[in-house]
T-cell receptor
Framework: QKEVEQNSGPLSVPEGAIASLNCTYS??????FFWYRQYSGKSPELIMS????GDKEDGRFTAQLNKASQYVSLLIRDSQPSDSATYLC????????????FGTGTKLQVIP | GAVVSQHPSRVICKSGTSVKIECRSL??????MFWYRQFPKQSLMLMAT?????????EQGVEKDKFLINHASLTLSTLTVTSAHPEDSSFYIC???????????FGSGTRLTVV
């Protein structure tokens, strides 16, 4: 079982719709969770971080964390073509140098 | 926000030569730096973690003698790919984190092509 799992996609949504990206993780002691966006040929950029159960909203983005079920999701409201990218879920275990494990990413395509 | 500068952005080298990649934190002290490698259409693979002033910790399967990492200061880490071969061609990305341990900031990446 992979430590961090994501559906590779592509996930296609029409412009203006809500895109829902999901991620599951295997290590129950994980305490930090991140969503990164990566455009083709570029390095990842941080979108959201979440550390406690529930929802965290930032503009059009909402991260949802459920530690009991070991999943974290990212919702993108009013999707725009510029949101088309690969979204990487990353999970960290606090302690030591806090190694972060990345999922393989979900490719999102927003269709105009 | 935190900025991490990585150079060079692209490099082409001949097989057997060495290439050095620099990663600098511009506006914060990076107590920890991470080096990743990413092959096309694959996820980031952590190569090693370095803390300032100490030896890097390499992930399983990564040759420490081939991928030399130096983290001599709180703002600079370097990765040297020694005796590069075509199979080392990849996208190398660094990330840095300060002592508070919040999310890492990524450099812009280095596209290495070994011919």
């Amino acid at each position: 079982q992979k430590e961090v799992e994501q559906n590779s996609g592509p996930l296609s949504v029409p412009e203006g719709a809500i895109a829902s990206l999901n991620c599951t993780y295997s290590d129950r002691v994980s305490q930090s969770f991140f969503w990164y966006r990566q455009y083709s040929g570029k390095s990842p950029e941080l979108i959201m971080s979440i550390y406690s159960n529930g929802d965290k909203e930032d503009g059009r983005f909402t991260a949802q964390l459920n530690k009991a079920s070991q999943y974290v999701s990212l919702l993108i409201r009013d999707s725009q073509p510029s949101d088309s990218a690969t979204y990487l879920c990353a999970v960290g275990v606090t302690g030591g140098y806090q190694k972060v494990t990345f999922g393989t990413g979900t490719k999102l395509q927003v269709i105009p | 926000g935190a900025v991490v500068s990585q150079h060079p952005s692209r490099v082409i080298c001949k097989s057997g030569t060495s290439v050095k990649i620099e990663c600098r934190s511009l506006d914060f002290q990076a107590t920890t730096m991470f080096w990743y490698r990413q092959f096309p259409k694959q996820s980031l693979m952590l190569m090693a973690t370095s803390n300032e002033g100490s030896k890097a910790t390499y992930e399983q399967g990564v040759e420490k003698d081939k991928f030399l990492i130096n983290h001599a200061s709180l703002t600079l880490s370097t990765l040297t790919v020694t005796s590069a071969h075509p199979e080392d061609s990849s996208f190398y990305i660094c990330s840095a984190r300060d002592e508070r341990g919040t999310a890492s900031t990524f450099g812009s990446g280095t596209r290495l092509t070994v011919v």
